[in-house]
């Protein structure tokens, strides 16, 4: 079957080089870009092309790549719409809502992208930008097992010298939530303590930050709510659910968590909260029951 019968048949050597050859006819301000276009083509069909070579059964190596594109394709498509709902991208550089135009993504883009890698690795990425570090994506802060950081930062006091913002390895949305006053200092005001209590955005987790002469430390706080996670077993099927506030009757409510074992059920109960009580997520521990 030709490419003109069927216009999603691969393109072979013969059609691509043409392509090649048909690029210097083109505009200077397209030439560019579709030039390094077709040139991760060519790259991709060389990867491909290799894979089949190592393989020692084309048809497992068929199996095994269709496999991979396709997670791969699947990935993509949940990093980019991740990036348009929450504007996820480092350094700020995706607008905030409404957005009237997907920005242009370069292969750099691609590279170094926290998210993206992120997904690869099949995490759930936040429904919220998480806090930054010089520009990159800062998730371990968030959900690392490491409590302490030395960081630097720096408060940012109003007229009349309260602390209401602080700007923290490069990244100016932090919040002030609480000022610590210093033990044995009775009349403490904001403008003479160096601890505070901060939060990124008004989401996650609280983190206590401590300046001091030369370097600042900031400490994640210890969760500040418990609620219970149930397993169930009915009919040899286990089933997990969630405890949750109800606000409305003042009693709970169960919230069921699609987990096989505990820990993607915590992990899911943590994705729950951050989507629809981000201002709690991370500020919650869990209670095994059953």
């Known amino acids: 079957m030709t490419h003109e019968s069927n216009p999603f048949a691969p393109l072979d050597a013969d059609d691509l080089m ?27 069909r060389m990867h491909e092309a290799e894979l089949l070579s190592q393989a020692p059964l084309a048809g497992q190596a068929d199996g095994e790549l269709e496999q991979q594109l396709a997670q791969i394709a699947l990935d993509t498509a949940e990093w980019l719409k991740t990036l348009w709902t929450v504007g996820y991208m480092g350094a700020g550089s995706f607008p905030s809502e409404p957005r009237s135009a997907f920005p242009c993504i370069e292969f750099e883009d691609v590279l170094k992208s926290a998210l993206f890698a992120r997904i690869r690795q099949g995490k759930r990425p936040l429904p919220f930008p998480p806090p930054t570090r010089n520009g990159s994506p800062w998730h371990e802060l968030v959900e690392g097992p490491a409590d302490t950081h030395t960081v630097d930062a720096e408060i940012v006091r109003d007229e009349q010298g309260q602390a209401f913002a602080a700007r923290i390895e490069g990244c100016a949305d932090w919040q002030v939530v609480e000022t610590i006053a210093r033990a044995g200092e009775e009349e403490e005001t904001p403008t003479q303590s160096d601890e505070f209590i901060v939060q990124h955005q008004g989401k996650g987790p609280l983190f206590q930050l401590r300046l001091a002469p030369f370097t600042a430390e900031l400490r994640r706080e210890p969760p500040r709510w418990t609620r219970r996670i149930r397993r169930q077993e009915r009919g040899g099927l286990l089933s997990y659910t969630l405890e949750w506030w109800a606000k409305e009757s003042g009693g709970t409510q169960d919230i069921p968590l699609r987990a096989a074992t505990w820990e993607r059920a915590e992990s899911e109960a943590q994705h729950w909260i951050a989507t629809r009580f981000p201002a709690m997520y991370g500020q919650v521990s869990f209670e095994r029951v059953g």
Do not use: K, S, T
């Open 18 to 44: 043409n392509f090649a050859d048909r690029i210097g006819n083109l505009p200077p301000e397209h030439a560019d870009w579709v030039g390094r276009l077709l040139q991760e083509c060519m790259r991709a």
